[in-house]
Each structure stands twice: as structure tokens, then as C-alpha cells.
């Protein structure tokens, strides 16, 4: 790995962390507002990345680089203490708190892609003939233009893929608790017993892995086409 790689894994660090507590510090704060105070009280409504880290050292720090490593680009997750009684007893409030997490990585996606779009429209930016997650806008301007198209590009692309891995519907995913909105009180406490199974949770990350290309391929195709107009990928 050249000097530039190291480089460009940094900044691939920096977003990631500064997503991924963005996304534990939603949860916590929608958590802490609907009557969970646990988390709060634990420091994670806080965009301070230490008390995440010092809760999940493995996802926030030795999975990202490792992931990085192996295939360039970021993985990793962390999580916020809950109070699972409360959870119980206010399912529905509880699947807006998982969903916060989600809907935060979307806010930023939908932050880049008003920021590469307006670069576009200026002429600052270009969409390139080939696009990466580290690449996806081409600048005309050299220097800190430059730095700035990568750093909305790892930005855009990290939080989109966080945004879908989150909301796909396997035990232990943000997304498994949309079923909440359509199931009655009794099935909800069943269901409660399988997304908290240490088993099944692992098991549902190996699915989500080699499931997840399938599906984030043609959504990022799509988002990437709003943001260039006319230009097809």
C-alpha cells in the first residue's frame, strides 16, 4: 500500500467515524426524547466519538480498517445502551429510535448530493466517465477542489451504503423493526426474542453480506443519476 492509499484510508476513517457516530447519536437522542434516558446517560447523545468507541472498540476501529484493507472501502458498526424493558413496553417508539440511526445516514447522503450538484452547476465539479466510491465527482479545479470531490464522494457513497445495510429486515438491522409498524402488541414481544439472539444476529450479518452487492448496486446507480442529470452510469 503506497503513500497515497494510506492517504486516502484516512479520510476514509474520518467520514466513516464522524457517520457512524452521527448515527449512534440519533439513535440516542430520538431515544433519550420518546423516554429512554439509558443511553444518554451513558454519553452517546454526543457526537464525541470516544464513548462509542470505548463501547465497541471492534466495529469502530479493527473491522473499518480491516474491511479497508481487503476490499477499500469501510464497514464497521457500534451501538447504544437501551433499556429493553422500555423497549418492550413501547415497541413503536422503540422502532422510531432504531430508524433515527438510518434516517441520519440518509440526511448526510442528501447533504453531498446538494453540495456535488451545486459544484456541478458552477462547473466546479464534472461527472466523471467512470465512477468509485472514493471518485464519484471529477473536479475542474485542482488543489482543494480535489480534496473537496473526494471528500463528498467517500461521503456520499459511505452513508448510502450504511443508509441501506441499516434498513435491510434481518434480526439485529435497524430495518427489522419496520415490521413493528404493521404487527399487533402480542407478536411484537415474539419478535423481540429473535432481533435480540446473539445466533440469529450473526447469522443475519452473513446474509446481509453476501446479499447486500445485489441490492446496493442498482439503488446507488440510481441515486448517483439525480445527481447528474442526463448522464447515464
Given at each position: 500500500m503506497d503513500f497515497q492509499q494510506i492517504q486516502l484510508g484516512l479520510v476514509w476513517y474520518v467520514i466513516f467515524l464522524f457517520s457512524l457516530v452521527f448515527h449512534e447519536a440519533s439513535h440516542a437522542l430520538v431515544s433519550y426524547r420518546l423516554g429512554d434516558p439509558t443511553a444518554k446517560e451513558g454519553g452517546q447523545v454526543s457526537l464525541n466519538p470516544i464513548p462509542h468507541?470505548?463501547?465497541?472498540?471492534?466495529?469502530?476501529?479493527i473491522i473499518p480498517i480491516a474491511s479497508y484493507l481487503m476490499a477499500g472501502w469501510m464497514f464497521g458498526w457500534a451501538s447504544i445502551p437501551q433499556d429493553y424493558h422500555w423497549a418492550r413496553q413501547n415497541p413503536k417508539k422503540s422502532a422510531w429510535v432504531a430508524l433515527a440511526g438510518p434516517a441520519s445516514n440518509l440526511a448526510l447522503v442528501i447533504v453531498a448530493m446538494v453540495l456535488i450538484?451545486?459544484?456541478?452547476?458552477?462547473?466546479?465539479?464534472?461527472?466523471?466517465?467512470?465512477i468509485t466510491f472514493s471518485s464519484l465527482v471529477g473536479s475542474?479545479?485542482?488543489?482543494?477542489f480535489d480534496h473537496v470531490a473526494t471528500f463528498?464522494?467517500?461521503l456520499?457513497?459511505?452513508?448510502?451504503?450504511?443508509?441501506?445495510?441499516?434498513?435491510?429486515?434481518?434480526?439485529?438491522?435497524d430495518g427489522?423493526?419496520?415490521?413493528?409498524?404493521?404487527?399487533?402488541?402480542?407478536?411484537?414481544?415474539?419478535?423481540?426474542?429473535?432481533?435480540?439472539?446473539?445466533g440469529l444476529s450473526f447469522f443475519s450479518?452473513?446474509?446481509?453480506?453476501?446479499?447486500?452487492d445485489?441490492?446496493?448496486?442498482?439503488?446507488?446507480?440510481?441515486?448517483?443519476?439525480?445527481?447528474?442529470?442526463?448522464?447515464?452510469y
Open positions: 468507541i470505548q463501547r465497541e472498540l471492534f466495529g469502530t476501529v450538484r451545486l459544484g456541478y452547476y458552477f462547473d466546479v465539479f464534472y461527472a466523471p466517465d467512470t475542474g479545479e485542482p488543489g482543494i463528498l464522494s467517500i456520499f457513497s459511505l452513508n448510502l451504503i450504511l443508509f441501506i445495510f441499516n434498513l435491510l429486515p434481518l434480526p439485529s438491522f427489522v423493526h419496520l415490521i413493528f409498524f404493521i404487527v399487533d402488541d402480542e407478536q411484537i414481544g415474539h419478535i423481540l426474542n429473535y432481533i435480540h439472539n446473539p450479518l452473513i446474509i446481509a453480506w453476501n446479499i447486500f445485489y441490492i446496493f448496486g442498482p439503488i446507488h446507480t440510481i441515486f448517483v443519476n439525480m445527481i447528474y442529470p442526463g448522464v447515464t
